[in-house]
């Protein structure tokens, strides 16, 4: 298994322009998950999603968009980027939610250094 | 919402020393797990560990969810333990990982 694979590694981007992070976990994982990790600071939950077709808010979800076709592929879309959203970005997966909210480990990607000039 | 919060933020030790990190919260939680991130940025799962103890190798956690707080024991530390600590937690009725500080630790040679 690759597990949670997130792409690309670096991005430089403008001010005002869009982009998508790319996630995939090949774990059969339901629930997915985007943080943002700023210089010396912990991580803040963005977007999840507990299933394809379901997704919701987490703390900091303004300037971002995600969807969830498919259980495994999780993307997270700039829409129109800023300087404020210079950050390092992990996404993560969950163990299987059938068993309900408890057992939740979470598994991370290696994470997106995104710079916005 | 919940707060996390881990102690000491900061922690300096030579080789071969041992170390307890603190992570208290202020609500009953249904999950919890310790990670290590490492100079490269890596967040490396330790434990899942909601409640009672468990151990790998020279680390070990307890979580005492009664009284809300979480401990992560490293014994004979290494250079490589160096990083930043981070414990999470997501409440009852939740998805929702809020992740503490953080405790900074650096072993030196």
């Known amino acids: 298994n690759a597990g949670v694979t997130q792409t690309p590694k670096f991005q430089v981007l403008k001010t005002g322009q869009s982009m998508t992070l790319q996630c995939a976990q090949d774990?059969?994982?339901?629930?997915m998950s985007w943080y943002r990790q700023d210089p010396g600071m912990g991580l803040r939950l963005i977007h999840y999603?507990?299933?394809?077709?379901?997704?919701d808010q987490g703390e900091v979800p303004n300037g971002y968009n995600v969807s969830r076709s498919t259980t495994e592929d999780f993307p997270l879309r700039l829409l129109s980027a800023a300087p404020s959203q210079t950050s390092v970005y992990f996404c993560?997966?969950?163990?299987?939610?059938?068993?309900?909210?408890?057992?939740?480990?979470?598994?991370f990607g290696p994470g997106t250094r995104l710079t916005v000039l | 919402g919940i707060q996390v919060e881990q102690s000491p933020p900061d922690l300096i030790l030579q080789e071969g020393a041992n170390s307890t990190l603190r992570c208290n919260f202020s609500?009953?939680?249904?999950?919890l797990q310790w990670f290590h991130q490492n100079p490269w940025g890596q967040l490396i799962n330790l434990f899942y560990?909601?409640?009672g103890t468990k151990q790998n190798g020279r680390l070990s956690a307890t979580t005492v969810a009664t009284e809300r707080y979480s401990l992560l024991y490293i014994s004979s530390s290494q250079t490589t333990d160096s990083g930043v600590y981070f414990c999470?937690?997501?409440?009852?009725?939740?998805?929702?990982?809020?992740f503490g500080t953080g405790t900074r630790l650096k072993v030196l040679a």
């Open positions: 993560a997966s969950s163990s299987d939610l059938g068993r309900g909210l408890a057992n939740n480990e979470q598994f």
């Open positions: 774990m059969n994982h339901e629930y």
């Open positions: 999603s507990v299933g394809a077709g379901i997704t």
């Open positions: 609500d009953s939680v249904n999950n």
């Open positions: 560990i909601p409640s």
């Open positions: 999470a937690v997501t409440t009852s009725g939740t998805y929702k990982y809020i």
